[in-house]
Structure formats: structure tokens, C-alpha cells
């Protein structure tokens, strides 16, 4: 009873301030339409470990310039707000009551119409729009999130990550690929990674493989370039860099979902410390000092969308078909950031992992003298690769997991191969001897086996 009494009470204090904000003048006169997120209480990161990012309180925002008013007054709790390519339409995660689970909701902004697109039995958040009337969000089950697509029209959802640990979505590039977060290098460390995933479940990898340290809320900017927070400030990838390079922004911790406005400037959510509170700024890149657009002394703001057409990603079309299994072809394993001896790797073995978080062997297969190896894996389940010497030493083993979706034909440049590698135009010596993978579909008939 004191727990609820207590959260009652912060929805009430929050309901109060944000009635207030409604005739409050803003702190700049001058600003686009947009939407955010107000809570008193933000845990950043809790999604790493299937947390509640806002387990007190939260309302979407709409200001336009004079007055801030609750999106969805009614409910009790909304955020993640995400603008439709026409404009005129908002995807969000909402609770009506207080004791409900999170869902994922369309609101039309003209007519204020709504509609539940999701019936999450432990909570469902963060949804983006998709190409082709649908959309992607993160589900939570057994205690852990993982992406999900489905029609904004209603149907049946299909899943698109199968590692262990939280998966959960930031933005759509324009090339079609999703762009989310997972922790890194394990399910239960507390650093954030940002991967890319097309619509289908397939190709999932790294954005960049240098891992230098926890970066997570990115955004795909105008330029092609992708924004991100991080421990030290902000970060972002460019075309053609196999790292991450810094960005001179101004000193304080970012909440990250950074909007991009048409001048070129970005609306942020920045604090100076860990005890302030996020407030929204307008900052152009190259200049010094942000502008305060937004801020309030008992809440935290964030997440801000600009209420503008926006354009459509490119649309993905699927090449999976409905088998158990999928292939692998690796062109060549030498082309990686970490050096092998010519003539060292000799065999390929690959994990998947146990329901109690154990490694399990699938097989070995060997590597030709080029570093090309075609396999066939299990589909939807979680795999790690390691490459061995003759000997049998391992040489490196992957950290994290990917997996391959049902029916995927994948091919890989090398290992830890970066954005600026293209393959050599010639015929891997694999495929020479032939055409047929090496099967680890059935682990017990493979272990122990190998050699080139």
C-alpha cells in the first residue's frame, strides 16, 4: 500500500506541474513544433538489464512555441513518441492506469484519436515507424526485451533478434536497416553497443567494430552520419571510418535522441551533472554555448521530436525462406582487425547458448588456406564464432552473439571486417571444393571434428 500510495502521489505532483506548464510561458519565445518526454525520475540505461526507465512517472509533451500541454492527458503514463513520415501521426508506449503494462498506441494529432496496436503480456516500448504500414518495437519477455515487427493495421508480430540480453530500437536509416541497442559484450554487462538489423531479422551486426566504450540513443543525421550519447558526452560514426570519432559538443551528460532541425542545429537533452535535472537546448555544431529551449526544475526532459513530414526510409525486401536452417559463407578470415599468421587458421568452431546461459557446441569446419569456410547454422538462435590454429589453440573467439534468420544466405567480407573493406573479386577456395556448407545443424554428429 505504501508503494502504490507513493506512486500515486508522484503521478499526482507530476499531473500538477504539467497543468502548470500549460499557460507557463516557455523559456524562448521562438521554437518549432515538437514533442517530449517529462519525468521526474529517468533511469537512462535500465533497458540494459529489462528495466523500467520510467518506473515513477512520464507524459509526452507537445509545445509550439507558447505552451507546453500532455499529449494523452487521460493516461497515466506516456513516452517514447515517434513521428509518422506524414507528420501527422504519433506512435508512443502508454499506460492508461498506473497498474497496466506498458503498450505501444497511435494517437492523430488533428483529431486526437487513438487506437492500441499491442497487447504486450509483460510490457512492450520505444516503437518506430516502418516502411509499408508497419512498425517496430521492443518486447519484453521473460524479463528481457527483444525487437518485434508488426502491421500498424493489426496481425500477427514476427521477432527479429535472437541473442541473449535487451534489444531495443532507435532509429530507421534511410537505408531500411534498424538501428538498436543491446549491452555488450555480454547479456549481463552494464556497456551499450548500437547494431543494425534489416526489417526481417537479417544481416544483424556491429555498426562499428572498435567497441571503445558504452554508446547508445543514436540517431541517423541529414548527412548520413550517426549521433550517439556516451559516458563522456557525444559520439558519432561517419562513412568510411572504422571508429568512432569525438564530437566537441558542450561539457554534461546527454540523454541522446537527438532531433536534427532544418538549420542544421540539434534539439538535445543535456544536464550538467548527475544531480540536475535534462533540459531541453538548441545547439549548433561548431558554435559554444546551447540555448535553453525548455527546462523545468523538477522534471527531466527528453526525448525530443520535431512534428514535421519527415522522409521515408527505403523499403527492405525480404530474401528469407521458410527452412530451420541458414548458410554462412566467409570470404576470407584473415581480413580482420586482429593480425593472423598467413596459414594459422585452420578451423572454424561455433557455439550457440543454453537456456541457462551455458555455451554449447554446435561443431567445427574447416578453413581454407584462402580464410573462406561456408557453414550451415541453426536458424533464430544465438551463435558465436572462434577460429582455431592446426593445433587446435583458439586464436580468437567472438565476445558477443549474432544469429541467422530462417533461410538466410549470408555473406561476410572477413572478420571484424570495417565499413571501408570491399572483397577481393575472386572466387574463395571453398566454394572450389564445394558448393555444399559444412552442416552444424547437428551438433552430436560434428564435435571433435575438423581440419582443413
Request: charged letters at 20%.
Amino acid at each position: 500500500m505504501r508503494a502504490r500510495a507513493i506512486l500515486a502521489a508522484s503521478v499526482l505532483a507530476l499531473s500538477c506541474v504539467l497543468l502548470a506548464a500549460r499557460g507557463a510561458p516557455p523559456t524562448r519565445s521562438a521554437s518549432p513544433d515538437l514533442l517530449y518526454t517529462a519525468t521526474s525520475y529517468y533511469d537512462l540505461l535500465a533497458w540494459i538489464h529489462g528495466g523500467d526507465r520510467f518506473p515513477i512517472d512520464a507524459s509526452i509533451m507537445r509545445y509550439g512555441g507558447q505552451t507546453a500541454a500532455a499529449l494523452v492527458p487521460s493516461f497515466a503514463a506516456s513516452a517514447d513518441p515517434e513521428i509518422s513520415f506524414s507528420g501527422d501521426r504519433v506512435l508512443f508506449a502508454g499506460k492508461q492506469s498506473a497498474q497496466d503494462r506498458w503498450q505501444i498506441w497511435e494517437i492523430v494529432l488533428e483529431s486526437g484519436a487513438m487506437r492500441q496496436l499491442t497487447s504486450c503480456a509483460d510490457g512492450c516500448i520505444r516503437p518506430l515507424y516502418l516502411p509499408e504500414d508497419r512498425f517496430v518495437y521492443a518486447e519484453r519477455v521473460d524479463g528481457q526485451f527483444a525487437l518485434q515487427v508488426a502491421p500498424l493495421a493489426g496481425g500477427k508480430s514476427s521477432r527479429l533478434t535472437f541473442a541473449p540480453g535487451n534489444h531495443v530500437a532507435t532509429n530507421i536509416l534511410r537505408d531500411g536497416r534498424i538501428l538498436f541497442e543491446a549491452s555488450y559484450p555480454t547479456s549481463d554487462s552494464n556497456s551499450a553497443e548500437l547494431y543494425t538489423v534489416y526489417s526481417d531479422g537479417s544481416g544483424v551486426e556491429s555498426y562499428r567494430c572498435d567497441h571503445a566504450q558504452s554508446r547508445h540513443s543514436g540517431r541517423q543525421l541529414s548527412s548520413g552520419d550517426v549521433l550517439f550519447a556516451t559516458a563522456h558526452g557525444l559520439g558519432r560514426f561517419t562513412s568510411g571510418l572504422a571508429q568512432q570519432i569525438a564530437v566537441s559538443a558542450p561539457s554534461g551528460e546527454y540523454a541522446g535522441d537527438i532531433a536534427e532541425q532544418g538549420s542544421g542545429d540539434w534539439l538535445m537533452a543535456r544536464r550538467r551533472n548527475s544531480q540536475a535535472k535534462f533540459r531541453l537546448e538548441s545547439w549548433g555544431p561548431g558554435t559554444h554555448d546551447p540555448k535553453v529551449l525548455i527546462a523545468e526544475d523538477s522534471l527531466n526532459l527528453i526525448q525530443p521530436v520535431l512534428v514535421q513530414p519527415r522522409g521515408v526510409p527505403n523499403r527492405h525486401p525480404s530474401a528469407l525462406h521458410d527452412w530451420d536452417y541458414a548458410n554462412l559463407l566467409c570470404l576470407n578470415s584473415y581480413t580482420s582487425k586482429y593480425k593472423f599468421a598467413d596459414q594459422s587458421v585452420a578451423t572454424v568452431r561455433v557455439y550457440t547458448h543454453n537456456a541457462d546461459g551455458s555455451e554449447r557446441l554446435l561443431g567445427t569446419a574447416p578453413v581454407e588456406t584462402d580464410g573462406s569456410f561456408y557453414i550451415r547454422t541453426p536458424a533464430d538462435q544465438p551463435l558465436k564464432i572462434e577460429l582455431l590454429d592446426p593445433s587446435g589453440k583458439s586464436l580468437k573467439k567472438e565476445a558477443g552473439w549474432f544469429w541467422l534468420r530462417r533461410g538466410e544466405q549470408r555473406v561476410c567480407v572477413g572478420c571484424h571486417a570495417g565499413p571501408e573493406t570491399a572483397p577481393e573479386n575472386r572466387t574463395p577456395a571453398v566454394l572450389k571444393r564445394s558448393t555444399l556448407p559444412a552442416d552444424l545443424t547437428h551438433p552430436a554428429a560434428h564435435e571433435g571434428k575438423g581440419g582443413r
